[in-house]
């Protein structure tokens, strides 16, 4: 189960790249969700693994602390749109894969 979520995160994360390099900001509507993937994956990992692979939980802890961050201090201030709206949740979306891959090794 773990291997299937990390592909399809994998390719979320793919198609939502690929889709905010040709498209711009009309990416937006793939980029939903995926973000609706990662959250729901996020607190299935969170809970799931958070008792029993305690060397995965600070990766998981990580990944929380960047989306509250994210959604507290980068949506207030002012600054370029396309990096406010694509480049960050992309690169947040990446570490998400990178946590996925971990936890398929575990």
């Given at each position: ?51 029993s692979y305690k060397n995965a939980l ?31 949740p992309i690169l947040i979306a990446m ?12």
């Amino acid at each position: 189960m773990r291997q299937f979520i990390h592909y399809i995160n994998l390719a979320f994360v793919g198609i939502g790249a690929i889709s905010a390099i040709i498209y711009g900001e009309e990416a937006l509507v793939i980029y939903f969700y995926l973000a609706a993937f990662q959250f729901l994956t996020g607190f299935i990992i969170l809970a799931a693994n958070s008792l029993s692979y305690k060397n995965a939980l600070p990766e998981i802890l990580i990944y929380w602390a960047l989306v509250l961050l994210y959604f507290i201090v980068v949506i207030n201030v002012d600054i370029n749109k396309t990096l406010m709206l694509l480049i960050i949740p992309i690169l947040i979306a990446m570490y998400h894969c990178f946590m996925t891959f971990k936890l398929k090794k575990l």
